[in-house]
């Protein structure tokens, strides 16, 4: 599977971006999805994730209540809707899929995902 990331910007703290993950060459309900973000000079990060069918989704504390992952299978997308965003969330946003089975977990670590998309800057001022 292809990912391509998209829907970064730069924006003032309190606004919100939606993010895509627009999925190529298979179908994106084979796969677990994740969200991840890197900042300057620190470790890539997990931020969410969403199980095949969207009945399962993992989210680290720093962005619950804030940030909500969905997907259209149908559509072959994933999404990153990001919501009274800070400046803390500033990184290059990533989106990865795991071609997990059904039942299992959703990882956190992004060396359990195999696919991984090119990345968009995300840039929150104060």
């Known amino acids: 599977v292809q990912l391509q990331a998209s829907g970064g910007g730069l924006v003032q703290a309190g606004d919100s971006l939606r993010l895509s993950c627009v999925a190529s060459?298979?179908?994106?309900?084979?796969?677990?999805i994740g969200w991840f973000r890197q900042a300057p000079g620190k470790e890539r990060e997990f931020v969410v994730g969403i199980s095949r069918g969207g009945g399962n989704t993992e989210y680290t504390d720093s962005v619950k209540g804030r940030f909500t992952i969905s997907r259209d299978n149908n559509k072959n997308t994933a999404y990153l809707q990001m919501n009274n965003l800070r400046p803390e969330d500033t990184a290059v946003y990533y989106c990865?899929?795991?071609?997990?089975?059904?039942?299992?977990?959703?990882?956190?670590?992004?060396?359990?995902?195999?696919?991984w998309g090119q990345g968009t800057q995300v840039t929150v001022s104060s």
């Open positions: 990865a899929a795991d071609r997990a089975i059904m039942t299992a977990p959703i990882k956190r670590s992004p060396l359990e995902y195999q696919y």
């Open positions: 060459r298979r179908t994106i309900r084979e796969y677990h």
